[in-house]
C-alpha cells in the first residue's frame, strides 16, 4: 500500500516546494487580524490513526471548524455528522463547519474556484474544457456541475481517473460530459467558453512545463484558469493572454476558498485583496 503523504510532504506537494510557514495559515490569520477577529487558524498535524481523536478533541474544545488536506480529506467523513451537497457528491471534505453543534463537511476548493470564475462569468450554460482528473479537478467539475454548465470535457494524461471522473458527473448530475485520453497536442474546441488547468503541471520547480495543448487554438472570447499557485502566472496563462483571453490564476481559487471558510465559520466576508497580498508575499510574487 502507498504510504500517506505526511502534512509537510502534501504542502510541498500543493505548493511546489517546502514552506517555511503554512501559506494558508498566514492568509487566514492576515484577514483575522484585517477584520479585527481574535480568532486563530492553526497548522496542526495529524497522523491517520488519531483522526478520529483529532476531529472528538475539536469539537469538545469548542472549534468553529477546521480545513483538513491529504491523506484525510476521504477519511474525515467517517467522523463528521453530516456532509455538504457538494462534499457529498465528491466524497472529499477539506473544510469542517460547525452547525448547530454538529461537524458538517463541506469542500471549498471547487467553491473557491467557482466563486472566482462568477467575478468574471456567469458559468450557467457554458462549454467548458478541463484538463486533469485528480482531487481539483473533481471538486471543480462538481461545483461547475452543480452551477450548470451545458457541457464538460475532461481531457487528462491517463484512462483509469479521467473515466472515473466522467461517470461521477455523468450519474450524480446529469450533464454532458466527455472524456479525452492523453493527446500530446489537444485543440481546443472554438466553441469551448472555458478552459481550465486542474491538473499540476506547470507548480514549481517545473515552472516551464506545459500543458499537452495547441495553444494557437485559445480563442479571446474563451475564460483561461489555472488551478497552479505556485507560481500564479504559467506557461498557459501567459499563452492565454497573449491570445487576449480573459485569466483566472491559482491564487484567486486558494483566496477565495479561504474566503468561503472564514464565512462558514465566522459569519464575516473577509477581504479577497488583504488576503492575496498576505499569500503574494508568502509566494515572492
Ligand atoms: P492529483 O495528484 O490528484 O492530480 C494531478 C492531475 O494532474 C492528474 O489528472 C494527473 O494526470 C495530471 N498530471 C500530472 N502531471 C501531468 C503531466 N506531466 N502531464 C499531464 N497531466 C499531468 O493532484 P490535485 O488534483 O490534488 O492537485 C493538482 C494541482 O492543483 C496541484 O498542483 C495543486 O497545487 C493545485 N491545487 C490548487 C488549489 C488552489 O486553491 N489554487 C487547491 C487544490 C489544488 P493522471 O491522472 O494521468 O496522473
Redesign the pocket.
Known amino acids: 500500500m502507498k504510504k500517506p503523504r505526511s502534512f509537510k510532504q502534501e504542502l510541498t506537494?500543493?505548493?511546489?516546494q517546502p514552506v517555511a510557514e503554512n501559506p494558508t495559515q498566514v492568509m487566514m490569520e492576515a484577514a483575522f487580524r484585517h477584520h479585527g477577529l481574535d480568532w486563530r487558524y492553526l497548522t496542526i498535524e495529524v497522523a491517520p490513526e488519531g483522526l478520529g481523536d483529532a476531529v472528538r478533541g475539536a469539537k469538545v474544545m469548542g472549534f468553529a471548524g477546521f480545513n483538513c488536506t491529504?491523506p484525510h480529506k476521504v477519511a474525515v467523513i467517517d467522523h463528521l455528522d453530516g456532509l455538504g451537497e457538494s462534499a457529498a457528491l465528491m466524497r472529499a471534505v477539506n473544510c469542517v463547519v460547525r452547525r448547530d453543534g454538529k461537524f458538517i463537511g463541506e469542500n471549498t476548493?471547487g467553491k473557491?474556484?467557482l466563486k472566482a470564475l462568477r467575478e468574471v462569468t456567469d458559468p450557467r450554460d457554458q462549454a467548458v474544457v478541463m484538463?486533469?482528473?485528480?482531487?481539483?479537478?473533481?471538486?471543480i467539475g462538481v461545483e461547475l456541475a452543480l452551477a450548470g454548465v451545458r457541457r464538460i470535457t475532461i481531457v487528462?494524461?491517463?484512462p483509469?481517473?479521467?473515466e472515473e471522473l466522467v461517470e461521477l458527473l455523468r450519474s450524480a448530475t446529469n450533464i454532458s460530459c466527455d472524456l479525452v485520453v492523453?493527446p500530446e497536442d489537444y485543440s481546443v474546441p472554438a466553441d469551448a467558453n472555458i478552459v481550465i488547468n486542474?491538473?499540476?503541471?506547470g507548480?514549481f520547480p517545473d515552472v516551464d512545463?506545459r500543458?499537452?495543448m495547441n495553444p494557437a487554438t485559445l480563442r479571446p472570447h474563451m475564460i483561461v484558469a489555472d488551478?497552479?499557485?505556485?507560481p500564479p502566472e504559467t506557461p498557459f496563462l501567459r499563452e492565454a493572454k497573449a491570445r487576449g483571453c480573459r485569466v483566472i490564476d491559482?491564487?484567486?481559487?486558494?483566496v477565495n476558498?479561504g474566503v468561503i471558510g472564514i464565512e462558514y465559520w465566522t459569519g464575516i466576508r473577509a477581504d479577497a485583496t488583504v488576503m492575496r497580498n498576505a499569500l503574494e508575499e508568502v509566494f515572492g510574487v
Open positions: 506537494a500543493c505548493f511546489g491529504i476548493d473557491g474556484f484538463f486533469g482528473a485528480g482531487g481539483a479537478a473533481r471538486a487528462n494524461r491517463s483509469r481517473r479521467g492523453g486542474a491538473t499540476s503541471v507548480l512545463a500543458l499537452p488551478v497552479i499557485p505556485n491559482g491564487l484567486e481559487m486558494l476558498q
